[in-house]
């Protein structure tokens, strides 16, 4: 039966949190009442990588994780306990360069020849003749000509193996095993005269030489080819590696023809030997800022490390995913996670042949149309535009739940300021940003800038198509290239999902409306160049083509082209830009969109109950730019628009003198300077600082700061870093959080921070409760159950104080269970909000009510409820239905509009006057029982519909989670 998590907790593991580490917690996440931990990868990833996405092996545990009896001693703790664990797979790359990876080494060194030459999606027929059979490593830090000659590219001979390597710092290239007679016949008669009296390992060794240049060809692809090729290098290896320890003559030989090709700096041509061996390897070694006009293998985004698989290959999936399978089958692991699944050649496909695998070993029987729906829990990183659906016929159980923390957080954003809020921002920084432009231009320049390459692959394919029909040969190269960029451009999601034969019809509009667009803005003369790529990616000529196969291949390296600029178009880059209110800037966000409608939040959780129920529902993840409390806080910004204007051109009056010029620009610039406010407003600490934790939380600004004026791309980037405009940010950053005493800044920015923040705990509790409520699987990101306000990666990645959290738990339960009425002592959490632990509570409360009642939670309807009152637009309501079962959470919103500040708590008869809240039907002269505080609420028919009232809800406590008494008390 398929496993359905009631709540799951994701987990970091690297080499500073292990499974021994996460065994530790299993007692307080189970006391937490979590099913399930989430975990990050934690197959065999590059040394020392923080994050676990980088594989270089798929059959091996990480070794600075754990080995196999550490991490099956973690399963066996959370099997003792009744929980599981989601794995975070990786299906679509692998982490590459370096000496680890085993698969592509074997690329690197055998090319088209390598068995592994068809796991990764490699172009060996580029246009440039000079990269012909060849991969492209944009490795080296600068030209190639300049390394080489600077002595950075190192030849070594490994004794032990027979084999020679070229090292670039931590990066190895093989040799190709073909070209060995090129160093080993090196001033050969050298050799010849210090073996001149033992003719017998002189001739041996020349044996040896001709054994090697007779090895077949690295292109020839012929099985029996390769495996001869295969074959024989080992054994001519061996018989090297022995040849130079048993004749030390040979040995010294080899070791100072090495010698001799590595040069000598300052001295050019004693390179050439070096730089004539590298031509003639399977791989080009350049300076890695070519990536983007050249690179012949597929990347993860335009990361040169991360090499993409060709997961549509059979034999590719079996091995990559022959140990996860196995722990399934084991039931180590209960559920998967697609990381990116958007990267791969046919997403659907993938799912279904995981689905049939998983049956397979599980024992269970294909549908008779061979369309297997999930029987296993396999939820996907899918980021969904908010006008976009999953696919029904996907065999998941949902996304990991960028859509819901989309919702979820808009839901506390004022839509009524939105105009006073672009005034604000445009004149602040003196520039009126188009979004829609914004995207656009910048997914230009991602195309031209980051991902030409991919896109040189795709035109010169296109551009065979064109060429085989009279008809359209006339489009030239150039033309179908620009074409293809404009309708990227447009493109209005990640990507479309065409399989060999069919377009839905959803993905045919989406494609429609990108060609319409590209079409009117397009500068070209003849436009039907747009209409041939239309038909073709809507697969409309593919089938009366000679050249259908061509056109399949096209339409599918298409679509995992666009989903790449997509995301570093908006994600890498717009959204560090458009600053408007950055609490909307996140994964799976759309910042055009200044809050969320009651109706639209609604409509997405009746969607996900009808369609997705078991998918996950989050709220901060491992890729979020702001952690759910940082979003929850500035929130409150958009009630306040005339008091956040006020305060920050003050600030900006204050600061003026820390900003420098640059050739006459401002640096940092005035938007970059409104990100730092809202930043500094969003992360700033609950607790009084001293002067060691200003340095402390001043450091994780300066270093975030950087980050995303480098990721804007507008001053300063990763590629091309301006050090003066970098400089400039980080004085500016130091200068206003110099100091605490004495500081006009901070005078004026404390007493309004602290109102801020006040108000943003209420909300951050208020979408707490929603998510614990909602339909779907409610994921809690690592130390979340207290307040965290932490910025993107590497600061959520902090380590967590786990210690800390399962002392406060435990103090926590002993003073519910010590007390005589649970409402008092909800009432002094609530009060006492800063020290976190009310959220902590909230998250034990309610994740403990769901495990009493799991198939209400996990099955039951969703019924929005109907609020009534003056004070009606500041509640969300709704109830969870289930076989007579119900529950009903009710939480407030724009407290700030409602007249809360931070010293006092939004509850009481006199703050929610005459709201009333419209509840399901409940049995006679029954009552709810709030289940959070204890409380009993009256309820009170009228005109035959039930209601209770907002002032009795929230007399003690700021959320409500409502259930008849009879099932709260039984």
Known sequence: MKIIPRATYRLQFNSHFTFADAEAIVPYLHELRVSHCYASPYLKARSGSPHGYDIVDHNALNPEIGDRDTFVSWVQALHRQGMGQILDIVPNHMGVGGDDNAWWLDVLEQGPASEYAAYFDIDWRPIKEELRGKVLL????????????????????????????????????????????????????????????????????????????????????????????????????????????????????????????????????????????????AYRLAYWRVASDEINYRRFFDINDLAGLRMENPEVFETTHRFILELVKEGKVDGLRIDHPDGLYNPPSYYQRLNRQIAEIRGEEEAADGNLKSSYYLVIEKILASYEHLPESWPVSGTTGYEFAYVNNGLFVYPGSQKEFDQIYTRFIRHQWDFDELLYERKKIIIRVQLSSELTVLANMLNSIAQADRHTRDFTLNGLREALTEVVACFPVYRTYADVDQVSEEDKRFIQWAVIQAKKRSPAADISIFDFIQAILLLEISTRSAFSQEIISFVMRFQQYTGPTMAKALEDTVLYIYNRLVSLNDVGSDPRNFGVSLTAFHRANQERAQRWPYGMVASSTHDSKRSEDVRARLNVLSEMPGEWRKHLNRWARINRAKIRRLNGFRAPSRNDEYLFYQTVLGTWPLFDMGEEELVEFRDRIEAYMLKAVKEAKVHTSWINPDTEYETAVVHFVRSVLGNLEKNPFLADFLPFQRRVAGLGLLNSLSQLLLKLTVPGVPDIYQGNELWEFRLVDPDNRHSVDFALRQRMLQELMLLIKSSQSLTPCVHKLLKNKEDGQVKLYLTWKVLSFRAKLPLLFQKGDYLPLSVQGIKADHLCAFARKHQGQVVVSIVPRWLALLGSNEDELPLGESLWQKTWVEVPAVKEKENFTNVLTGEVVAVVQHNGKFYVPAGKLFESFSVALLAPSSLVAA
């Open 138 to 281: 944009p490795l080296l830090g600068d030209h190639y000509g300049t390394v080489l000659e600077k002595g950075e590219l190192r030849l070594t001979f490994d004794l032990e193996q027979g084999q020679f390597s070229i090292w670039f710092y931590n990066h190895r290239f093989p040799v190709d095993p073909s070209t060995y007679p090129d160093i080993l016949g090196h001033g050969l008669e050298r050799l010849a005269e210090h073996l001149a009296e033992e003719e017998a390992p002189f001739l041996e060794y020349q044996s040896l030489i001709t054994a090697f240049e007779h090895l077949p060809s690295r292109y020839d692809t012929r099985v029996e080819k390769r495996v001869e090729r295969l074959r024989d290098c080992v054994i001519y290896k061996r018989r090297l590696a022995e040849s130079c320890r048993k004749y030390p003559a040979i040995g010294a030989f080899v070791f100072d023809t090495v010698a001799a090709f590595n040069g000598v700096v300052e001295q050019p041509e004693s390179f050439d030997l070096l730089h004539h061996l590298l031509e003639r390897q």
